[in-house]
């Protein structure tokens, strides 16, 4: 297929494609049926990868939604985790095609040093048996550790390459400098995290990350050709955080959406000032908004409730959604209005370098295959 045959020579050329926009996609675990109503759902699969506008799939970790009034007294035990309802998830992973570029996430949440560091070897070490079309490539962890989803311990991997670019007792041998995809490197959405107090005594961030993957690749344990990536909120973060992530060897960074779209514009003016933009590749979020409904949810999930902008753009979804009512073609009109819009505003941005695509609901995925065929992704 044709998105196959362009990843194939992304990795060939060690980079993804240069001069032009970038586009990532976000593919969830849990977000395998996006079109319920066919009689195969993969079809739908193949016309997003058969497109050929897509560089990249970016596997996320799912945050954890919990009510921190709830988690005071309880700190002790783990807290209980659901997922928004509003997300309308599903459960089989969607595969793409071989070769594609793949990003796969890494969140530090509670883990200790040790732990995020194994996770992020045996991450890199899926990317690199999920990428290349022969053997798999082994890597040797560090240590072995618990991982305390499965039970299962990560095992120490050493001499058990099958190709000549793989790696023996955690040294580099030829050929390494492929690139078969990135580590996205995130603090999480633990609600414990989100405490004043106990954020500054938590082990690991995302700073702290690209520190230790940098550290790993230096020894040897991680591929040279897996770059490692990071996350910026531009709608409460300031560019500080930002430049800090630079200052640590981020390889690119993937931002959250321009939900507010004067505030984040503000932060790109001033990033751009700085001369933070051309420093790295900067791909900017783009949601697929569905309803009022999911609007609040990416506010929570982005700490960017409250503001009057955050209250202007609610009340622009509300006053829509009262005078559709249920009139389903005048909903799909906003949203898919929407939605080019915000893609417009990205692709306007001095500098930007991708888009990162966030369908996350079913509607959202649906929206995106129209705007497939009315070539909104044409350039």
Do not use: Y
């Amino acid at each position: 297929m044709a998105a196959a045959r362009l990843a194939r020579s992304c990795l060939a050329a060690d980079k993804l494609p240069q001069g032009k926009l970038i586009r990532t996609l976000e593919v969830s675990q849990k977000a395998h049926a996006i079109i319920p109503e066919l009689p195969q759902k993969q079809a739908s699969w193949d016309q997003i990868w058969a497109s050929g506008k897509f560089h990249a799939t970016v596997m996320p970790d799912l945050p954890s939604i919990a009510n921190l009034a709830d988690l005071l007294p309880k700190l002790g035990a783990a807290p209980q985790e659901r997922l928004a309802e509003n997300l309308d998830l599903t459960e089989k992973p969607a595969q793409a095609p071989a070769g594609f570029f793949r990003v796969r996430t890494v969140a530090a949440q509670l883990k200790s040093r040790a732990h995020v560091s194994c996770q992020m070897q045996a991450t890199a070490t899926e990317i690199s048996n999920a990428s290349l079309d022969s053997n798999p490539v082994n890597l040797r962890l560090e240590s072995k550790i618990l991982d305390a989803k499965t039970g299962a311990h990560f095992a120490d991997v050493s001499q058990r390459s099958a190709r000549d670019g793989g790696f023996r007792d955690g040294v580099e041998v030829s050929d390494a400098g492929q690139s078969p995809g990135a580590l996205l490197l995130v603090s999480g959405g633990h609600p414990v995290r989100r405490l004043p107090i106990v954020r500054n005594f938590l082990p690991m961030d995302a700073v702290g990350m690209l520190r230790e993957g940098h550290r790993l690749k230096d020894r040897g344990l991680l591929p040279q050709g897996v770059q490692l990536w990071a996350t910026e909120n531009p709608l409460v973060n300031s560019v500080d955080s930002l430049e800090r992530k630079l200052d640590a060897r981020a390889e690119a960074i993937i931002t959250q959406p321009p939900l507010l779209p004067d505030s984040f514009e503000r932060w790109w003016s001033e990033a751009d000032k700085r001369g933070l933009v051309g420093s790295t590749r900067l791909i900017v979020g783009l949601p697929f908004l569905s309803s009022l409904r999911n609007l609040d949810f990416w506010l929570m999930l982005t700490d960017a409730t409250g503001s009057a902008e955050a209250e202007a753009v609610r009340g622009k979804w509300a006053d829509h959604e009262r005078r559709a009512g249920d009139h389903a073609g005048q909903q799909l009109d906003f949203r898919l209005q929407q939605t080019r819009e915000c893609l417009r505003r990205i692709e306007s941005l001095p500098g930007v370098q991708g888009v990162h695509l966030m369908p996350v609901t079913k509607r959202g995925w649906r929206d995106l295959l129209r705007l497939i065929d009315e070539g909104a992704f044409s350039s």
